[in-house]
């Protein structure tokens, strides 16, 4: 790694230069291939000392094996020289090492190079042994942890057991003094309810009698119905003041439909809307508009200028007077002759 990321260009150099003095050799230079052969060994030496420095300790001995090579290969161009050979020819033994040298150096390298071997698997065992030890003791770490943390949650459990229970004490409590309450509520109720049906009987006529007080305009009627959801819930009562029967199937039971204020019929699933069946239904415009005409008409007949009611709401005088033309017809009808006066204004709404 530190050879093939610090130093990518070595392996070609080396390369470069083994296959040269390779090439030397078969072209029987001999000279310049000891002196290329030395020369590589020593760059590889010099590489292999930087990978040291930088702290790879098994280059040392990789550093050892190749200064060994170079040195050897120095004595033996020395040799060839003839520097030594005055002296070695004094010294039998010398002569001997001087010829062998090559042999001498091999052997030494290869002692190296086992030694370099022997640590390396050492190196590997200890790193293995490293390894498994740091693994026992994330798992014994992780063990530890997970006894405390089922310890923790232990008595969390616990504690929450023990609040729970008396949460529970106190929501029973509070449910005996609630069911205490809602008796006492139930009979309020019952008294409340009968008021409310008391009242609820007169609602529609304290209604009608509201809007057919003389000399009102539409500011004032407003006042009296101040939004549409007014106009609706006082159409809504006029509707069931007889009881709901359904137009399509004739049956009497209903519920809520899709619209507020429209009744569903529970037999044949019709959706009937507050405005069907009324002088409403299909009115194009502002609901408080159209009851204000209604009472309008219903006061003054043909007496009362339709172009005054269409300036005072603020509406097209042609629209008003379409209007008008249908709530005129029903006026002018029997059954609307001979109603009460507290009945004529809900004939001209549900029969025209």
């Given at each position: 790694?530190?050879?093939?990321?610090d130093?990518?260009?070595?392996?070609?150099?080396?390369?470069?230069f083994?296959?040269?003095?390779?090439i030397?050799?078969y072209?029987?230079?001999?000279i310049?291939?000891?002196?290329?052969?030395t020369?590589?060994?020593?760059?590889?030496?010099?590489?292999s000392?930087?990978?040291y420095?930088?702290?790879?300790?098994?280059?040392?001995?990789?550093?050892?094996?190749?200064?060994?090579?170079?040195a050897?290969?120095?004595?033996?161009?020395?040799k060839n020289s003839?520097?030594?050979?005055a002296?070695?020819?004094e010294h039998p033994?010398?002569?001997i090492?001087m010829?062998?040298?090559?042999?001498?150096?091999?052997?030494i390298?290869?002692?190296?190079?086992?030694i370099?071997?022997s640590?390396?698997?050492?190196?590997?065992?200890?790193t293995?042994e490293?390894?498994?030890?740091?693994?026992?003791?994330?798992?014994?770490e992780?063990k530890?942890?997970?006894?405390?943390?089922?310890?923790?949650l232990?008595?969390?459990?616990?504690?929450r057991?023990?609040e729970?229970?008396?949460?529970?004490?106190?929501?029973?409590?509070?449910n005996?003094k609630?069911k205490?309450?809602a008796e006492?509520i139930?009979?309020m109720?019952a008294?409340?309810d009968?008021?409310?049906w008391?009242l609820?009987?007169n609602?529609?006529q304290?209604?009608e009698?509201?809007i057919?007080?003389?000399d009102?305009?539409?500011?004032?009627?407003?006042?009296?119905?101040p939004?549409?959801?007014?106009?609706?819930r006082?159409i809504?009562?006029?509707?069931?003041?007889?009881g709901?029967?359904?137009r399509?199937?004739?049956?009497?039971k209903?519920?809520?439909g899709a619209?507020?204020f429209s009744r569903?019929?529970m037999?044949?699933r019709?959706?009937?809307s507050?405005?069907?069946?009324?002088v409403?239904?299909?009115?194009?415009?502002?609901i408080?508009i159209?009851?204000?005409i209604v009472v309008m008409i219903?006061?003054?007949?043909?007496t009362i200028?339709?172009?005054?009611?269409s300036?005072?709401?603020?509406l097209?005088?042609?629209?008003?007077?379409?209007?008008?033309?249908?709530?005129l017809?029903?006026?002018a009808s029997?059954?609307y002759?001979?109603a009460?006066?507290?009945n004529?204004?809900?004939?001209?709404?549900?029969?025209?």
């Amino acid at each position: 790694n530190y050879f093939s990321e610090d130093h990518k260009g070595f392996y070609k150099t080396a390369i470069f230069f083994l296959a040269t003095s390779t090439i030397l050799v078969y072209l029987n230079l001999t000279i310049i291939y000891n002196l290329i052969f030395t020369f590589t060994f020593a760059y590889i030496s010099y590489k292999s000392y930087i990978v040291y420095k930088k702290g790879y300790r098994p280059a040392r001995f990789f550093l050892l094996g190749n200064a060994i090579i170079v040195a050897g290969s120095i004595i033996y161009l020395l040799k060839n020289s003839g520097i030594f050979e005055a002296y070695s020819n004094e010294h039998p033994g010398l002569h001997i090492f001087m010829v062998y040298i090559k042999n001498v150096i091999m052997v030494i390298d290869i002692v190296i190079l086992s030694i370099a071997l022997s640590d390396r698997m050492k190196f590997f065992k200890q790193t293995a042994e490293a390894a498994q030890q740091e693994a026992y003791n994330q798992l014994n770490e992780k063990k530890l942890l997970s006894e405390k943390v089922n310890r923790e949650l232990e008595q969390k459990v616990a504690e929450r057991t023990q609040e729970l229970q008396t949460q529970k004490l106190l929501l029973e409590e509070a449910n005996q003094k609630l069911k205490a309450q809602a008796e006492e509520i139930n009979k309020m109720n019952a008294l409340l309810d009968i008021d409310n049906w008391n009242l609820k009987k007169n609602v529609i006529q304290e209604k009608e009698a509201r809007i057919v007080l003389k000399d009102i305009n539409f500011e004032e009627f407003k006042q009296v119905y101040p939004n549409e959801a007014a106009c609706y819930r006082f159409i809504e009562e006029l509707k069931e003041e007889n009881g709901f029967v359904c137009r399509k199937c004739g049956k009497d039971k209903y519920g809520k439909g899709a619209n507020p204020f429209s009744r569903r019929c529970m037999s044949c699933r019709y959706d009937e809307s507050v405005t069907a069946y009324t002088v409403f239904h299909g009115c194009k415009f502002n609901i408080q508009i159209a009851m204000y005409i209604v009472v309008m008409i219903n006061r003054y007949g043909d007496t009362i200028p339709i172009t005054n009611i269409s300036k005072e709401v603020n509406l097209r005088n042609a629209t008003c007077w379409r209007f008008a033309q249908k709530l005129l017809a029903t006026r002018a009808s029997k059954e609307y002759k001979q109603a009460s006066e507290n009945n004529k204004l809900k004939v001209l709404i549900l029969n025209s």
